[in-house]
């Protein structure tokens, strides 16, 4: 097992079907919590268990990661952090949110009561930020994935630094809370300047160790068959996967029995603080974020807007 630097925090929080939660967190006889200032990111439930499933795939293991000097994680480009156990797995998606795709991904992920990464487009956010609220409240980490999803790494850097900053600024306010300083390279494409403003920004940069290759053509079977049998060659990892797409959406609830079946086990990250925006880019962001609640509300999307006939 390879040596784990000291920046990354590995808390063994059993998790899932035992939720971490608020309710928890208040008994006297738990341990002190540490600091929170992650709000959107607490579980979506007071209940221990999982409402509606009695053996859900949950979360084994929270891990935080303190992000100074921006840590890189992810083995297909940053080798550093090896902090997966055989048979553990990150689930991250990117490029969303996307209305009706990124809510079913995200009903698969809480009813297992389990949580993954969200790389978010600024754009998409701001199109959808009340999906992305709904992604936070559940509990799962929201990182940034630039504003347009562009190749940074053949641009300027003033622009790909607009890119990272201004997509951070309007995700922040999408979410209406804290988010994490987690970011992904769009076609994981980074420069030795771009990682350098991230470090100095202590934003974490995730690259991925199974790259599901889902924006291509698939059926959901299909999916499910590849990413389950890079896991088995694999054994552990980071999985990268675009919430954005139709079967990933609809692979989305056997992926995740086959995960429990086959004895994997997902690791749940989060960011040891919020990430900083800048004040420069959250006051160049207030055309794209024109018209959303300046606050963050308690009710889901779900409760407020209801298809009540139709489709
Ligand atoms: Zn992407």
Partial sequence: MRAIHATLLITAALFGSQALNAADAA??????????TMGPAAPPTKQKECPGNPDPLGVSRVVEIDTTGGPGFGFQHYRAYDFLQPKEVVL???DGPLTN?????????????????????????AASPEILRDVAK???????????????????????KDEIERSISVIHRAVGGPTAPFFRFPFLKDSPETLKHLADRNIAVFS????????????????????????????KGI????????????????????????GYKIVQITPKAPVQTLPE????????????PTALSDRPMTSVVKTVTGQ
Avoid at 138 to 160: C, E, R, V, W, Y
Avoid at 240 to 258: F, G, R, S, V, Y
Avoid at 281 to 292: R, V
């Fill in 101 to 125: 795709r990124t809510m079913a991904v995200l009903a698969a992920l809480n009813a297992e009561c389990t949580r993954a990464i969200f790389f978010s487009v600024g754009k998409q956010a």
């Fill in 208 to 235: 991925t160790d199974i790259d599901s290759f889902d924006f291509k053509p698939s059926k959901p079977d299909k999916l499910v068959k590849h990413i389950m049998a890079l896991l088995e060659k694999r054994g």
């Fill in 92 to 94: 991250t998606f990117d």
């Fill in 239 to 262: 999985v990268l996967m675009h919430d954005i797409q139709q079967h990933t959406a609809t692979a989305m609830p056997d992926l995740l029995k086959q995960l429990k079946a086959g």
């Fill in 27 to 36: 008994k006297p006889e738990q341990q002190p919590q540490p600091e929170q």
């Fill in 281 to 292: 880019f959250d006051a160049l962001i207030e055309k794209d974020i024109k018209g959303m």
């Fill in 138 to 160: 559940s509990g799962n980490a929201i990182g940034a994935h630039t504003m347009l999803h562009k190749d940074l790494s053949k641009m300027p850097f003033d622009q790909a």
